[in-house]
């Protein structure tokens, strides 16, 4: 029954994928724009092929339905209930059928918030994309990564179960759902963006119909990025957070690219500057997390990260060059319409120092692409295996890095066209302060180091500048003042200075050693005191769990682990962290205790600062929400060909869109806000 439910679901969602695509294409060339209202309904038959296949497989999983391959594969009966239903998406065919459930719930949403303008062929067009990308992975599970395989012969009475690693901690509950609420939230605007192409309506006003679905993709790809940061530290028993893992970059480069078409788009919103950027940033921003999926999921890495050898490669390849190579071609083909009315006054102005961030956050992207994917060329080229470690990443983003928190102290401060010396000055008086006084901290608290002292005063000039405007900004208008993009985009700057202070201070000051213990023992390390008490073996449904518990300081246990699974051979090392606003004591159990006395094997890693981390990535998801909402200062574009196409039954007034203005210290004195407060539909 469960098969037969999920081959249901996802022939139907496949059928209706590629019905509406030859609907709304047909009507949009027949200019029949009664037609494309169908797109609702289109969408709304999707969705429902998705939540089928998906409730079926949960159904197969939760019941044991060992009928099913991929169920003998990651379910069992001695997995813990909250890792069966996640297990769903701890393999290939299950992530792809998870990423057609959110693709499937965009595309739901998008019909239903633009269900007054279903008549506009930019929407139209929009549509038709999103129901094309949507269709591709309906059609994926058709073909090479079918979920509902049945298994062949007999049938077993017990799977697998999910990697070891995949089933030890509660963030793999939740961290690839919200990787991929953001991996799968760029093909809004993607849509938009080819729509804008498609339509000849290339001005500022699609940028401003997805303007909300960028921040939050962007937003959810963040948090997604940090839990899995999260999910490493607290796993793998290294220490670490970030390793510069193929995978771990796939799903950075999307980052990197999106952050920069953030802060570019403003610039386009305000002086109508770098519309090929734009639509270059957004295409290639989907263009990389479909070679992010390629990279995960078609076995070409060996990653903690990574799937099995799959068939569905030359697949993603091909969607992949289809994307990339048909933006080309529509940017090519509107290259009239998309000049620029304006152009930079001066480099020391805003949209210089949006322009210049533009420049470091595409050289970041270089960077790390360059470095993931040049050994898989080599190998291709010529079969040797060759590999680009951190080394190589480190040197090459840190001065980026650096560079990236100057610009982050310095652009919120300039006006827009130009800004004089003096002006500077003033602006960047109090910023520099705290920059200063960050690094006389820092040495009164032992600190040394040049790249260190160096990150540190930079992320203090950095976060005083963000401070500076959003105390301006609240002392005008009061809470409302955090609210509306520029001041939200300002808390999030102050969550990217505490993750990048908690980086360096983490990366430069951490310390390790190593005991060995007997009962009884005790170890002295940093300024702590590590007792031995004892080992103790624990029986979980899935695991056997052998335990070393190890008093910090005297007072409580912790109990650092190795775990032996029934369907993994080697154990399995689960960490024990102590966490503390001014650092974590971590611990690993590296070797079990010996026969004779009984002593174990500790190791101790001293990581300062290491839980700002967490807390940053907490503050930068507190300010994409607020920078979401509109402020309170509002005006209407100006450029015809952004205005969307006036329907018969809708109101055209009820359809115009609307752009945030800046506050009033980053206008110059002739471009005073309005004072009429103008909302739209649009935002």
């Known amino acids: 029954m469960n098969a037969a439910l999920g081959v249901a679901g996802l022939s139907l969602g496949l059928g209706a994928c590629i019905l509406a695509v030859i609907t709304l294409v ?23 092929s998705a939540v089928l296949a998906f409730g079926a497989m949960e159904r197969a999983l939760i019941t044991r339905d060992f009928s099913l391959a991929y169920v003998v594969q990651v379910g069992s009966t001695k997995t813990p209930p909250l890792f069966n239903v996640a297990a769903l998406w701890s393999s290939l065919e299950g992530s792809i059928l998870l ?13 239903f918030h633009f269900r007054a303008r279903l008549t506009d062929p930019l929407v139209g067009w929009a549509m038709a994309v999103l129901f094309f990308i949507t269709g591709f992975f309906f059609l994926l599970m058709i073909g090479p990564a079918n979920p509902f395989k049945l298994v062949s012969g007999n049938i077993p009475l017990d799977g697998n179960g999910p990697n070891p690693l995949l089933q030890n901690h509660i963030l793999m509950a939740f961290h690839p759902p919200i990787l991929y609420l953001g991996y799968v939230g760029f093909a809004v605007p993607f849509a938009f963006a080819v729509a804008a192409l498609m339509t000849g309506r290339v001005g500022e006003g699609w940028l401003l119909e997805t303007r909300r679905w960028t921040l939050f993709a962007w937003g959810f790809l963040t948090v997604g990025i940090l839990l899995g940061a999260w999910w490493s530290y607290e796993v793998l028993g290294w220490g670490g957070f970030w390793a510069w893992d193929p995978v771990e970059n796939a799903s950075l480069l999307p980052w990197l690219t999106g952050t920069a078409y953030l802060h570019s788009v403003m610039v386009q919103e305000r002086r109508g500057m770098l519309r090929v950027w734009n639509l270059s940033l957004v295409c290639a921003t989907f263009a990389l997390t479909i070679l992010g999926t390629f990279l995960t999921r078609s076995g070409v890495l060996d990653s903690v990260h990574a799937f099995s050898e799959s068939d569905i490669g030359p697949y993603l390849l091909t969607f992949f060059g289809i994307v990339v190579f048909g933006s080309i071609a529509l940017i090519g083909w509107r290259g009239d319409r998309l000049r620029s009315p304006g152009s930079i006054d001066s480099p020391v102005s805003r949209e210089g120092a949006f322009l210049a961030n533009n420049v470091l956050f595409g050289a970041f992207a270089f960077v790390v692409l360059l470095g993931t994917v040049f050994p898989l060329l080599v190998e291709g080229w010529n079969g040797d295996r060759i590999s680009v470690g951190r080394p190589f990443f480190d040197r090459m983003t ?10 982050m102290a310095i652009a919120p401060v300039l006006p827009w066209r130009k800004a004089s010396g003096e002006l500077l000055s003033q602006r960047l008086l109090w910023p520099a302060v705290s920059g200063v006084s960050s690094v006389v901290l820092a040495l009164a608290l032992g600190a040394d180091g040049v790249v260190p002292l160096i990150a540190f005063g930079l992320g203090g000039f950095a976060a005083g500048s963000a401070v500076r405007q959003v105390v301006l900004a609240t002392r005008r208008q009061g809470w409302r003042g955090l609210v509306g993009r520029t001041n939200g985009g300002m808390i999030v700057h102050i969550g990217v200075v505490l993750i990048a202070v908690a980086f360096a201070t983490s990366a430069s000051y951490s310390k390790t050693a190593e005991f060995k213990l007997a009962p009884g023992q005790t170890a002295s390390f940093g300024g702590h005191t590590f007792t031995y008490t004892g080992t103790r073996q624990v029986q979980y449904a899935n695991r056997v769990s052998f335990q070393a518990d190890v008093k910090i300081d005297g007072g409580q246990a912790y109990a650092p682990a190795l775990e032996r699974y029934a369907s993994f051979g080697s154990p399995i090392g689960k960490p024990s962290v102590k966490t503390g606003l001014r650092g974590d ?27 700002w981390l967490w807390i940053g990535g907490a503050v930068m998801a507190f300010g994409t929400i607020l920078a979401a909402f509109p402020g309170r200062r509002r005006r209407r574009p100006t450029d015809a060909v952004s205005a969307p196409v006036p329907d018969a039954d809708v109101a055209p007034a009820a359809e115009l869109p609307v752009v945030a203005v800046a506050d009033h210290e980053s206008l110059p004195p002739h471009e005073a806000a309005p004072e009429r407060i103008e909302v739209g539909a649009g935002d």
Do not use: N
Request: hydrophobic letters at 65%; aromatic letters at 6%.
């Open 585 to 611: 004591i971590y611990l690993t159990l590296e070797k079990l205790a010996d026969a004779d006395g009984g002593t174990v094997t500790i190791k101790v890693l001293l990581m300062p600062l290491i839980v």
């Open 26 to 48: 047909v009507a949009l060339l027949r200019g029949q724009r009664h037609v494309l209202r169908l797109s609702g309904l289109y969408a709304a038959v999707v969705a429902f």
């Open 398 to 407: 840190m001065p980026l890095g650096l560079a990236v928190l100057t610009l």
């Open 99 to 111: 990423w057609a459930l959110v693709m499937s719930g965009y595309l739901a949403l998008v019909a």
